[in-house]
Every structure is written in structure tokens, then in C-alpha cells.
């Protein structure tokens, strides 16, 4: 049981006048009913009008302070919370969680160096939640989050109205989203925790008209006019799990209490918007959604009520499940339950894999690691999965939910768990095998702000796409909004550098830092360590940089280092050791690399070619151009892996990794216009064209490839054996050609880049032709594709 729950079972004690009881049991009774707006009226008249025990008073500021940030009311929440907090000594464990939404209130608000304060007292006192020193960390300096704002322009969608608007889905030509605005006259149940509507689906045929730029910079503040008269947002929770984000929007739950009478649902557009299903949407929630491929599915979020039954928990809640329902002939049919659904928790939030083959959702299901996690479950033999926990990568002790998965395979969620800018923040994880995490990164502004920011939808590059955010009108009511990526993905490469005595290991302060970036005319510039030999520096991207460190007494360090190739944001940090004078003979033994560089076809020895030699250990460079020979040879530490690329005009290569080894050589070959390669193990079973599991490794490094070079242009070439007809072959291999250009464009390749091109028996590598008898694998060694290069750059 949650340590605020502890709140909700302190027994008023009889004492003072019968108003304050009064009014107490009447808030109290809300309170427990999930009613908050109700509460907080009661709430504040109690303390404002009667005389309260000191144990009466704490606990009384305490729920009303909970209700305050139910209702995203940060602004209250702050005041409640700052009384409550200045009149705690040191605080009970009942009291403890006030901190930490103390905290989060400041953050709501902007007010970042009192929530790190705050945070920092948190961590005192809950040593075994890591969100009061993460965040603590993050708010002593913002600037990793507000590197890239210029790179975006934000837009509000003109059919965002009083009412809540957000979750977006692509459907069509249009975006399916959630409100909570009704149609006409039409009533519907009211959800008691605010008195808002329940939450609908609705309809937007044409998403790309509707837009008005409103800011650069996601963190302002923006003012705007909205349609209609204002309305609160749907919000929900049991007396299970603390109210999360999750739970405002769409893992919001109802006890059944409703004030308002209840009708169908008009039919009719409202704003150029139409509800969307009338067998979807009911007289409770519904909402995110998420469609199959082709649209012919949809997976949605609905309260626990189906085919006309309302069910509730073993307590008494209605929880939410996620359900799925098919387009039959131009209508949706019945909804079904999905499998892992319960009574007990709730379930929602549904995104799919670009296969189809896993659904991500969020849950508050037991043995998760806190509030609501994010589940895979993945699609087999005609049935789903037990779902599995996405992990300590992904999940915290706070809520993650909004999961959307992007082209690419790239995960987009929202979380307050994860250190951010406040509320609820918008992250993204490059997931490795379909389900596992190499590492989460806030998206910074301006897509997220000290407010809410969720339901991202978009593609692999982040070009173009839509999410939502309360940020407009402070925190009251979500909208839509529309984003466009103008500049480069990572704006700033952040890389920490820390010079130390190479024997000692002593920081060396106050060293000198002359830093040269190649690409730009006067790119230098000069800075120096911190007293613990520490600086922190922001670079360029996809650039290339030469560094010297200095120091009265040392020789002088250089080096390079590349922002290149780099597919995250994160942090990057660099060590370099300077040798003392009087010890600068003792420098350790060195190991050579060498090499030369060939042409791929010929073999021939390549002059003037810019090789680059890249120290996986600790990312820096070395570099040299070849001669007539086409050799290399780089002097360098042994015992690391390094990487080693050349770089000429019109020409392209794959690269090598290197492990140091003994008079050993590396021969690197460089492809141009007109080559041809043949991709290794790309084979295909008989009579068959789908790429194998064993053929999909190659073809990934094929996509890496293209991505490397952006401007490439290939040909497919499939080649069948000798075996069946001519006419037979030529079709196969042509099938066998277009599934492997299809691949690379699930990759996230341009289909212009590409042609396919089928040539059956015609090329074959061996004498196996008709009429010769060959084994199995002569047969296959036909069964092969071929790359040819049309164009590298």
C-alpha cells in the first residue's frame, strides 16, 4: 500500500467545533470517491473556516494538496504543498511522498532550482527512489535539454477546442485522436473526479491543413484563444495505484457515480471533426488507439464494459482493458477483449510493432516497478503472448505510458519517472531484438515543456509527426499539435573532457584546450579545465575536430575527435592523459595498424585516400592519406578495438574493425560507380524469395551501409540456378530482387535510392547450367543477390 493511502485511513479525532467534522467527513467522503474537485471545495472551507488539530491540519493539506495535483492544478498544488512542507519538522513516513510532489509541483511551474532543492530533500529521506538525485542532477543544469530548439517548428491545430484534445493516431489520410467534447445536445456520463465528459474517439479527416504556428521554443508559455467555452479534462485513479498521467487521460477509472443523465451519442461533425465508430464508442472511456498496417484493425482503450455489461474489481473500481475490433464491409465489429486483460488492474495504451507482430502497451498490473509500466506482448501462432515487462531501462518508480513505435522500430514514450522538464516528459529508446533498450533520451524542447507532453506520433527520422501537450493554457486542458523537424536531429553534441596526469591519474586544472573543428573556416577555439580538470563543451554534429591539451611541465596532447556516425544524443566523455616532462621517455611500448587501400573490383592500390583510424576505448582519432601504394600505418595503444574508415571523393567503403595484432595487415577496398558486390550469405531456398533469418543479418549491414552513404544509389540484382525454366527464373528472381529492395525500405531506406532487377539463369558463377549435374550447394552459390553501385554520391 502506498504511503499516501496511509493518509486516506487517519481518524479524525472528535475535537473542535461540528462544522470542522463536518465539513471533514464531507471531503473525506469525496476524497474516497475519487470526486476531487468536489473534495478540494470541502477541503478549503475547512481550513478556512474552522479550527483543526495540528495532526488535523497536516493531513487535511495533505489530500487537499493530492487533489490539487490530480486535478493538474500545479499552481494550487505548489501553495499546499509549500504550507504543508514549512510546517513539517522532520516528516514521517506518512509525510514523505509529499516531498517528492512538492517537488514535482515547482517543476510543473518552472521553478527548477527550488524542485532541486526539494528533490534533494526527498532523497534524504526515501534513499532507495533514485528520481530525487537523478532529477536533482538534471535541474543543477537544464542546457543538455534546450540544445536543439531552433530545429522545430511547433504548430497548434486549429481543431483544438475548450475540451481536452490529444493522443493522435495516423488513420487514412486523416488522425484518429480522444476528446471529450460531445456532439450537439447529446449528454453522456460525467466522470466524478472532475465532472468532465467520459472520452471519446473522434475523426480528423484531413491532418495536414490544419495548423497555426504558435512557437519555436516548446517551453513558452503560449496564449491562445480556444474554441468553445472551457472545460476540465477527464482524470481517474483507484485507491490502488497513485494517480498518474496515464490515468488523466485513458487509464482513468470510474466508480460509476455520475451526476448527468445518459444518451446515445449524436451523430454529425463538429469543427470539420466526426466521432469515429459508433460501435466504439460508448457512455464510458475510449481511447488511445492504434491500427494494424493495412487499417483493417483497431486496438483500443475502453473502460470494463462490453457488449453492455459493466464489470468492476473485487473493490469495487472500473478499471480499463484494451480491446480490438475489425473493419467488416465499411463498419467495425464487435469489440473483443484481448487476452491479458483483468478486472483487477487496467490495461491500455496500445502501439504496434511495424510488423504487426508485438503490442506495446501500458499497465498497472502487478510486479511492475511503478504507477504504470510499459508491456510487450507479441503475436505467435495465432494467439498473443503472456505480456513481458519492458524493464529497469524503460521503467520506473514513476509512470511510463503513451508507447508509440515509429517506422523504424524506435520506441516513443511518455514518463515522469525518467528525469525531465517537468510532468509528464516525451522519451525515446532505440530498441534492440524488438523488445530491449539500449538506452532512453529525453527529446528535450521543444517538443517537451514543464507541462504534460504525450502521444507523440511520427516517423523513423523525427521529420514530421504530432503529440500532445496541456502547456497552452498552463496546465488545464490538452491539444494537438503539429511538429516539423528543420535542422538536424541532435543539434549539439554535449562532450564532457577531463585531463589528467597519465601516471598519477591526478585531474590536471586549469589545463589549455585548443579546439579546431576542420569543417568550418576560424573553427577554433580556445577554453580551459575546472580546478578538477573538467570541461564541459558543446559540439557540432557530424563533424570532426582536432584537440590539444596543455600544460606547464607536460607534453602537450593531441588528438581527434569525431561527432560522426553517432545515433544518440547522449553525453559523450573524453580522457586525456598528459605526460609529465621528466617521465615523457617512459612512455609506454606502441603497436602499428597498417593496411592499404584497394578497389573493390580491380584490386588496385588507391592514392590520396583520407583514412581514418577511430579508438573504440575512448573514441579518439588518428588520421593520415595514402600514397601510390594505397598504404596506411597508424602507431597505436595496444589492447583496444578500433575502426578504421577512408574517405575519397565518388567512392565508398564498408569499413573494418581492427584488433591489433602482430605484424598483421588490413586490406580495406573502396567501391565507386559501376561495381558490383555480391552480398554475403544473401541466399534464398528453393523455388522461394522471402529473406531468410540467416540473408536479414547481411541485410542490415546493407541498410547501415545506405545510411552511411546518403546520396547512394543501387541496384538489386537476384540471380536464380539453372534449374526450371528460363521464364520461371527470371520471374523468381525478380520477386527474389523487389522482397529485398522492400526490406531495405522497411529499414527505413528510400525506395527511390533503389531498383530491383531480376536476372534469372543468365549470370551464372559456376558450370552448373542445364543438363550439368551439381550438387546442393553449386546450386545455391547461384542463388544469390548483387548490389551495383549506380551512384555514391
Known sequence: MRCFYLFCCLIVVSVGSAMAQSLLKQADRQFDRLAYSNAIDLYEQALNRTN?????????LSRLGYCYRQVRDSQNAERVYRSLIGQLGKPTSDFVSCYLYYAQALASNGKYKESQEVYEQYSTYQHDDQRGKQFSRLYN??????????????????????????????????LVFVTNKRQGNALKRVFNWDNSAFLDLYYMPDATAMGETVASLGGARVTLKKKGSRSARILGEDEYTDR??????????????????ESGLEEGKAGGNAPFGRTLNTKYHEGPV???????????TRNNYNNGKYRESSDGINKLKLYVAEEKKGAWSRAEELPFNSDEYSTGHPALSPNDKLLFFASDRPGGFGGTDLYVARFEEGKWSEPVNLGNKINTKGNEMFPFIDDRGNLYFSSDGHPGLGDLDIFYAQLTEGTSAKSVQNVGEPLNSSKDDFGIVTDGA???GYFSSNRARGGSDDDIYRFRREGSLYACRELTIHVLDSQTKQPLGNSRLDIDQKEVQDGKRETQTDAEGNIRICLDPDSDFQIAASLTGYQTNRLGFSTKGLTDDQPLRLEIPLNSVQLAAAAPLKTKIRGRVLTHTERQPIDGVEVILRNLCDSTVLEMVTGADGGYEFLVDPGCEYVVEALKDCMGTTGA????VANATTELTMFREGDIIEIDNIYYDLDKWHIRPDAAIEMDKLVALMKKYP?????????TDSRGSAAYNKMLSTRRARAAVS???KGGISARRMTATGYGEQVLLNSCKDGVSCTEAEHQRNRRTEIKILQVE
Open 52 to 60: 483543526l488539530s495540528e495532526e488535523e491540519r497536516l493531513g487535511t
Open 462 to 464: 523525427r521529420m514530421l
Open 657 to 660: 574493425r581492427i584488433l591489433p
Open 141 to 174: 543544469d537544464l542546457s543538455i535539454l534546450s540544445r536543439n530548439p531552433g530545429n522545430y517548428q511547433i504548430e497548434y491545430l486549429e481543431m483544438n477546442t475548450s475540451r481536452a484534445e490529444f493522443s493522435p493516431m495516423y488513420y487514412k489520410d486523416g
Open 743 to 745: 526490406y531495405l525500405v
Open 290 to 300: 492504434a491500427f494494424t498496417k493495412d487499417g483493417t484493425k483497431v486496438f483500443f
Open 711 to 719: 546520396a547512394m544509389r543501387i541496384e538489386m540484382r537476384s540471380h
Open 244 to 261: 498518474t498521467a496515464n490515468d488523466s487521460r485513458t487509464l482513468g477509472f470510474s466508480n460509476g457515480a455520475t451526476s448527468q443523465a
